[in-house]
């Protein structure tokens, strides 16, 4: 089993930043991928950013060049530097771990609790 526990979100303007952390305790974490997921009100839970245990990354197309994902597998944490915020980047983000993954697809097996992103215009 993996615990998944996020911080970071908040509020901020358009064009403004913030960084998500995500730290995982329990199994081996360090062996997964981990990343991040979205949901805003009334769509779909869509992928952000992934990256697996050897560092390979992959992003939506809707934050490539404004997002970064990086982990630090002493400390079993990954996280989500968000550049340039748009009101569109507003939304509950989830910490996810583990699962099936193939670079374009991810199911993954342990989620966190979600932390609330919010962007003014």
């Known amino acids: 089993q993996v615990q998944l526990v996020e911080s970071g979100g908040g509020l901020v303007q358009a064009g403004g930043s913030l960084r998500l952390s995500c730290a995982a305790s329990?199994?081996?974490?360090?062996?997964?991928?981990m990343g991040w997921f979205r949901q805003a009100p009334g769509k779909q839970r869509e992928l952000v950013a992934a990256i697996t245990s050897g560092g390979s990354t992959n992003y939506a197309d809707s934050v490539k060049g404004r997002f970064t994902i990086s982990r630090d597998n002493v400390k079993n944490t990954v996280y989500l530097q968000m550049n340039s915020l748009k009101p569109e980047d507003a939304a509950v983000y989830f910490c996810?771990?583990?699962?099936?993954?193939?670079?374009?697809?991810?199911?993954?097996?342990?989620w966190g609790q979600g932390t609330q992103v919010t962007v003014s215009s």
């Open positions: 996810a771990a583990a699962g099936y993954y193939s670079g374009s697809y991810w199911s993954p097996v342990y």
């Open positions: 329990g199994r081996t974490s360090s062996v997964y991928t």
